[in-house]
C-alpha cells in the first residue's frame, strides 16, 4: 500500500514553461486536494476534487489547473510558471465520510527562475 | 471571518521536560480541530483530532491535546519530549462555512527539543 505518491520530487523550471504535478492515491480515496506551502506559511489550498470528474478552485487557483479522470490520479498543471508559483506542492487525500482525516504525498518543491 | 493561530513561531525545549504547542481557533459552531506533524522534507502526518467528546484526546507518538472551548484553544502537549518530536506541527480547523469540509490551516509551529 503506497499511499499517495507525487512526482517529481524536485524541478526547476524557466518562466513561462509549462510542467505537469503527478498525484496518485491508492486508497481509493474520493476527496483530493492540492496545496502549496510557502516558506514560514501555512498550507494553501490551490484546488480539490470530490471525485473522479468532478474538481472545484480553493483559496489560491490562478496560475494552475487540474483534471480528475480517474479516483487514483489528480495531476495539477502550471501553464506558465512564473517565480510567485516557487513553492513546495502537496496533494493529500481522504475518505468521504466522518474521519477528515487527510493523507499526504511527500511533496515536489518545485523552483521558478 | 474564521481562522487558525498559531502564536509561536518556535519552541524550545529540553529532551524530558513536557511540551506544549499552542493554537487557538475561530469558528462559527462546534469546530472540529486538528494537529498534523510535518518531518524534514517529508509530507503532512495526521496526529490526532478532536470532534466531540473528551476534552484531552490522545494521538500518535505520546502526543495529546485538550479542547478548552471557552478559551477557544487547542493545544498539543506531550509529558516528556524527545529529540525525535523536533519538526513542524500544524493545527487545523474544519471550515464549518463549507460544505466540503475543507480545512483552514495554521502557519505552523517548528519545534526544537534539545539533547
Known amino acids: 500500500n503506497a499511499g499517495v505518491t507525487q512526482t517529481p520530487k524536485f524541478r526547476i523550471l524557466k518562466i513561462g514553461q509549462s510542467m505537469t504535478l503527478q498525484c496518485t492515491q491508492d486508497?481509493?480515496?474520493?476527496?483530493m486536494y492540492w496545496y502549496r506551502q510557502d516558506p514560514g506559511m501555512g498550507l494553501k489550498l490551490i484546488y480539490y476534487?470530490?471525485?473522479?470528474?468532478?474538481?472545484d478552485k480553493g483559496e489560491v487557483p490562478n496560475g494552475y489547473n487540474v483534471s480528475r479522470s480517474t479516483t487514483e490520479d489528480f495531476p495539477l498543471r502550471l501553464e506558465l510558471a512564473a517565480p510567485s508559483q516557487t513553492s513546495v506542492y502537496f496533494c493529500a487525500s481522504r475518505l468521504t465520510g466522518g474521519n477528515y482525516e487527510q493523507y499526504f504525498g511527500p511533496g515536489t518543491r518545485l523552483t521558478v527562475t | 471571518a474564521q481562522s487558525v493561530a498559531q502564536p509561536e513561531d518556535q519552541v524550545n525545549v529540553a529532551e524530558g521536560n513536557p511540551l506544549t504547542v499552542k493554537c487557538t481557533y475561530s469558528v462559527s459552531g462546534n469546530p472540529y480541530l486538528f494537529w498534523y506533524v510535518q518531518y524534514p522534507n517529508r509530507g503532512l502526518q495526521f496526529l490526532l483530532k478532536y470532534i466531540t467528546g473528551d476534552n484531552l484526546v490522545k494521538g500518535s507518538y505520546g502526543f495529546e491535546a485538550e479542547f478548552n472551548k471557552s478559551q477557544t484553544s487547542f493545544h498539543l502537549k506531550k509529558p516528556s519530549a524527545l529529540v525525535s518530536d523536533s519538526a513542524l506541527y500544524f493545527c487545523?480547523?474544519?471550515?464549518?462555512?463549507?460544505?466540503?469540509?475543507?480545512?483552514?490551516w495554521g502557519a505552523g509551529t517548528k519545534l526544537i527539543i534539545k539533547p
Open positions: 487545523a480547523v474544519r471550515d464549518m462555512k463549507d460544505s466540503n469540509y475543507q480545512l483552514i
Open positions: 476534487s470530490v471525485g473522479a470528474g468532478i474538481t
Open positions: 486508497m481509493n480515496h474520493n476527496y
